[in-house]
């Protein structure tokens, strides 16, 4: 895998303009030092505050501002997460333990919304495939499952007739190599600061070669798995969502809406979409030999 920064170092954008008057925090967080600084593209960040109330997050509801809105009462710590599946070390293993051993890294990521619109974030975070091999997964676990909390007491998304936006728990996956390679990012912070509720606190996936509804939010569980799931998306419409749901602006069999543009929040005009979302040259060879016309 190549590394960056690919692009000269004069172009990325300084360190400071995230750092300086904010230590990476808070409570727990600040025992774990930020230790790298990745930036994969020369692209400005979004604004924080773009970022933090221009969400998707149904379990507060399906307006854009709502996961901000309504995010308030959910509650991300204590937290644990529930290891399962085809793995020697399976178990519930609480936030600290998960997070303890990794060196967290910042990493610009452009992010990419299968409904069209684009952000560039500075995520704060470790790499999945770290995470992973803690538990030892065996020869058998050729996927991994991620699955979202349910409660519905701090979700309003996910009560009364709210709760029928989409089938609950939100879930997501990962062929076991596309979980392992080293862009797969577990997210704790975005900006210097810990994730807010809206953003997915208190730890997320972050894959952005991928439509961002990969990119699951508030993990309870990781399950290491023999066959493919059966993922939220594809439950709710599986014209429009498939199961790799890589960033593709040629024409797919989904149905769901020309991919060959996209708007930057903030932009007026619309931009190319890059295949793969420009990060093509590290994970194009994952695909090789598979059709991403119906493999969409
Ligand atoms: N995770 C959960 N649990 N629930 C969701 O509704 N929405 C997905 C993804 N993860 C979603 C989720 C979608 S469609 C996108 S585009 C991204 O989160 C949005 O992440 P952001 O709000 O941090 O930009």
Not at 86 to 104: I, S
Not at 118 to 133: A, E, H, R, Y
Request: charged share 25%.
């Amino acid at each position: 895998m190549r590394r960056w920064p690919r692009i000269p170092a004069s172009e990325i954008t300084p360190r400071d303009r995230y750092f300086d008057r904010r230590q990476f925090l808070a409570s727990m967080l600040a025992t774990l030092p930020v230790t790298k600084h990745l930036v994969t593209t020369s692209d400005p960040p979004t604004p924080y505050k773009t970022v933090t109330t221009y969400n998707n997050f149904y379990e507060f509801g399906s307006d854009k501002g709502d996961p901000a809105k309504y995010g308030g009462a959910f509650k991300p710590k204590p937290w644990s997460i529930a290891v399962e599946g085809a793995c020697h070390r399976p178990g519930v293993y609480t936030l600290e333990d998960v997070l303890k051993p990794h060196a967290l890294e910042e990493r610009v990521y452009r992010h990419r919304c299968v409904e069209g619109w684009s952000i560039v974030v500075p995520w704060i975070g470790f790499p999945l495939g770290d995470l992973l091999k803690r538990f030892e997964p065996t020869g058998d676990a050729t996927y991994v499952e991620l699955v979202t909390v349910k409660r519905p007491d701090e979700m309003p998304g996910q009560r009364g007739a709210l709760a029928a936006l989409l089938p609950w728990p939100y879930n997501e996956g990962l062929r076991m190599d596309e979980a392992m390679h080293p862009l797969t990012l577990v997210a704790v912070g975005l900006y210097g600061e810990e994730l807010p509720n809206q953003s997915g606190a208190p730890l997320r996936l972050v894959v952005p070669w991928k439509y961002g509804f990969k990119s699951i939010k508030s993990i309870v569980t990781l399950r290491f798995r023999d066959t493919q799931p059966h993922t939220t998306w594809m439950k709710e419409a599986p014209l429009y969502y498939g199961f790799y749901a890589n960033v593709n602006p040629a024409p797919t069999n989904s149905t769901f809406r020309d991919q060959s543009t996209e708007r930057r929040l903030g932009d007026f005009f619309m931009r190319r979409t890059l295949p793969f979302n420009g990060y093509g040259d590290d994970v194009a060879s994952l695909y090789t030999g598979l059709d991403l016309r119906r493999n969409f």
